[in-house]
């Protein structure tokens, strides 16, 4: 026989489920982690026997159906229903349980809050088993393109040069309908008609979104996903994005916070740090972050809460004007706490009134400074390398959040071993799910429901990760041995909701209160 040859079709064999899968396989870790799971404590909508009607399914067959998917690459509902029926692994994960795809869609839909919470229970998991130290965390953001294009976005500047086009075009057809009556061509003057009545249709649509822009007191306005923003991606590059943020613990880089938002990175620090302090339920932490993040107010309320941060400084640019060198660019001028003097290259003292200055947007206060600055300047031989101003008087700014951030850029410069750590740390994790996984999109719209499912895909890493560090008989004995801390959970909830609250407060009105 030249071949192998396999089995008759016809053959009749004796076999269960259970003797298709090792008992090794990741797939158990699966069944392991959702048994152990209360689901109401959790939040999630779990469904109930009524008097009519065929029975439901249990939140159990929906939460295991998605964890295995994800962590498979797939996610479509659609797919997942096929798995169902043809893929040997989910039949025993289910019993052989195949529910419709639009019930699996409606779970990730239905429960975002409550897979929000169940990674925040796995962290607590990974805290009480060692896995995760809490002494050096690293903080990081990348953009997941929403259920939104470009062309369903839409900004004031957008809008103006739209409404432009149109008027313009109305003009041209305006001509050609002048045109056309003189020459009495009643087919053509319909036709321009029948243009200019749609052009005019389109014009009222972008006075309703301009109308609903100015509401919103926003910059740009979404119709698909009203969450979703146009954001700065690399370079100059915008795509409409939401922005996942992850707080990643060193140990074994393992995801101890994450959430979404449909902001840029410079207003994230605080939020994504507090959280993580939060989850770890440690006192402090070191904060690895990129310079992205560097924002005095966001790391005087690290500061606040404990958090020593280490955020790259930004490269300074000479702001005061184009007479200054950089010999004497404001890094050059000590601040002395004190006194609340600076004092000059040139050795004489700035001095300040006490009044707080506004640096206001619009009515956005962002921050409050003082002014320093001194007479001396007039009769100094260096003024012209100093100041070009006609006044021939230096004035320093000093934000109120300063000092924070003069400890912070201190910290960057001294611990420069320790912050190139932070590549390591994160980074890799964001490659593995938009490059690897292909979870780069999202099609889910709204920040809660995308954030549902950015949360069960940073649980499903760290699954996937903790089964690497332990091997499957060791996480299998630990899932089995653990008694999750439900009211642990309630707690972290309430108090991210607080701190959200106001957080969203602050950055509407630019005031903080801690």
Known sequence: MQHISGISREQISFSSLEDFICVDHPVRVIDAFVHTLDFIKLGFSVQTLKKEGRPSFQTSVFLKLYLYGYLNGIRSSRKLEKEAMRNIEVQWLLHRMAPNYHSISDFRKDNPPALRNLFKLFVLFLKDFELVEGETVAIDGTKVRASNSKKANFSQKKIDRQISYIDNKVADYMKELEEADVKENHEKVTNVLLKIEKLKERKIDYEILEKQLKESGDTQISTTDPDARALLVVGQVVEVSHNMQAAVDAKHSLVVATHTINKNDRNALAAITLEAKENLQVNTFTSLVDKGYHNGRQIQLCKDANITTIVASPEIVNTNDKGTTPAYMVTQFVYNKETDTYTCPEGETLTSTGTWHEK?????????????????????????????????????????????????????????????????????????????????????????????????????????????????????EKLKNWKPNYDRIARLCLKWIQFKLIYDYHLKTQKFAA
């Open 360 to 476: 206001k947007d619009g009515k956005k206060v962002h921050y409050r400074f003082k002014k320093y600055s001194t007479p001396k300047c007039k009769e100094c031989p260096v003024r012209n390398l100093c100041t070009s101003k006609a006044d021939g008087r230096r004035a320093i700014d000093r934000s109120e959040f300063a000092e924070a951030v003069e400890e912070n850029n201190k910290r960057y410069a001294e611990q420069q071993e320790l912050y190139k750590q932070r590549q390591m740390i994160n980074e890799h994790i964001f490659g593995t799910i938009k490059r690897q996984w292909g979870y780069n999109h999202t099609n889910l719209r709204g920040l809660e429901k995308v954030n549902g499912e950015h949360s069960l895909i940073m649980l499903v890493y760290n699954i996937k990760r903790t089964i690497n560090i332990l091997g499957i008989p060791d996480l299998l």
